[in-house]
């Protein structure tokens, strides 16, 4: 079975040892997915963030879970999409596998990420799709600690652009 499968869903309720997070530079605040996973984790989430003094763009910071099913948080910063000639598409797959690579640090074997990038930050769903497949097949080449990467759309027409960018033969 292949190690990266896809769903709709929300990604607070997974249960998985990380769940990744995407954040703004300061990882201090924010709506769409990281209002979700703050509100789900409690407080103490962050309180941690604060200590981290925030993250570059296509890096990645690990922190607890709290309150939420998953063992940790991996707060990744995808880039502001501005039209894909300023290395977009390079941040976005820094992101991903800087993410499975601090989760391979931390024995993380089951991994779960949201489509970083696609919400306010404007990446267009099925060209972040493609890169994220990309960059997660290649990072899983030498991480064979990790079992499982699950990609969790939050609608289906974004599961649909994951689907297919799955289907796609390696290139
Ligand atoms: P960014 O600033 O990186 O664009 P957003 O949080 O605005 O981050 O959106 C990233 C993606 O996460 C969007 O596709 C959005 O629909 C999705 N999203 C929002 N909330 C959740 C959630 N609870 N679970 C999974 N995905 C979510």
Redesign the pocket.
């Known amino acids: 079975m292949s190690r990266i499968t896809s769903l709709v869903?929300?990604?607070?309720k997974i249960e998985a040892d990380a769940i990744v997070n995407?954040a703004n530079s300061s990882l201090l605040g924010?709506?769409?997915?990281?209002g979700?996973i703050h509100r789900a984790a409690g407080q103490e989430l962050v309180q941690e963030c604060r200590l981290l003094h925030g993250c570059k763009t296509g890096q990645a910071k690990i922190t607890s879970g709290y309150r939420l099913p998953a063992r940790h948080v991996i707060h990744t910063v995808?880039p502001v999409w501005r039209g894909g000639d300023e290395g977009e598409p390079d941040l976005l797959a820094s992101c991903y596998e800087t993410s499975l690579r601090l989760a391979a640090e931390y024995s993380c074997k089951t991994v779960a990420f949201?489509?970083?990038?696609?919400?306010?930050?404007g990446?267009p769903?099925d060209l972040a799709a493609g890169t994220a497949i990309k960059a997660i097949r290649s990072a899983l080449g030498d991480l064979p600690g990790i079992e499982s990467v699950m990609l969790?759309a939050?609608?289906e027409q974004?599961h649909a652009h994951l689907v297919k960018a799955l289907k796609r033969k390696e290139d």
Do not use: C, H, K
């Open positions: 869903g929300d990604i607070t995407a924010g709506g769409g997915v990281y979700a995808g949201p489509a970083i990038s696609t919400g306010i930050y990446y769903a969790v939050f609608d974004a």
